[in-house]
């Protein structure tokens, strides 16, 4: 007798999971494409160098990977400066790693960036740069928004190419004097 209910209990969760999983599946699919599209709309906020779209894209905690800004609006004037800075720079997201979801409503989209039209201090042109980044992503009332970012230069990078992180860190006022040698590689050997 127990070895039925057993029997039974085992065949209940099967079957509660073939008709579970497909929805499950269906909600995960139009997240993954929502993320994808919030990228989207993300790069055109930077193309056209527009803070309003961007700030609407932003989670109102968002902070900076470092903990030193935090809250969208500081975070929009920071990016904007350092376009302003930048007044050539152009980026576009070279391909998708993919999107690892932590919750149902946290999501990590990771991606490669390649960004052109840098110059450094002097305005001497730098080489085109790649990043490999990760933004978290958070769905709030049914949207998702980035609430963080980091990036790194991707490992494809040459050692010797300038690392694009020197245009934000570089603009970024609360950053501290030794963080923004070490990414301009200003640092003793």
Same mark, same amino acid.
């Given at each position: ?12 969760? $099967? =079957?509660?999971?073939? !008709? ?6 269906? /909600?995960?699919? &139009?997240?993954?494409? *929502?993320?994808? %599209? ?62 690892? $979801? =932590?919750?149902?409503? !946290? ?6 960036? /390649?960004?052109? &039209?840098?110059?450094? *201090?002097?305005? %001497? ?65």
């Amino acid at each position: 007798m127990e070895h039925r209910c057993i029997i039974c209990s085992w065949v209940g969760f $099967f =079957l509660l999971f073939l !008709v579970v999983s497909p929805a499950l599946a269906a /909600e995960r699919s &139009g997240d993954e494409a *929502a993320i994808r %599209k919030a990228m989207e709309q993300l790069d055109e906020a930077y193309r056209l160098r527009d803070g309003q779209m961007f700030g609407a894209l932003l989670a109102e905690d968002f902070e900076n990977w470092l903990g030193t800004d935090k809250g969208r609006d500081i975070n929009v004037k920071i990016g904007l400066d350092g376009l302003k800075s930048q007044p050539n720079v152009q980026y576009k997201r070279s391909a998708e790693v993919g999107i690892v $979801f =932590l919750s149902d409503d !946290v999501a990590l989209y990771k991606a490669h960036w /390649e960004f052109t &039209g840098m110059t450094d *201090a002097e305005g %001497k042109a730098l080489p085109p740069m790649e990043l490999l980044g990760a933004c978290v992503m958070v769905k709030r009332d049914g949207k998702w928004l980035m609430a963080a970012f980091f990036s790194r230069p991707s490992p494809d990078q040459k050692k010797s190419a300038a690392r694009p992180a020197t245009v934000p860190i570089a603009t970024n006022r609360n950053a501290p004097d030794r963080l923004k040698k070490a990414v301009q590689g200003d640092l003793p050997k």
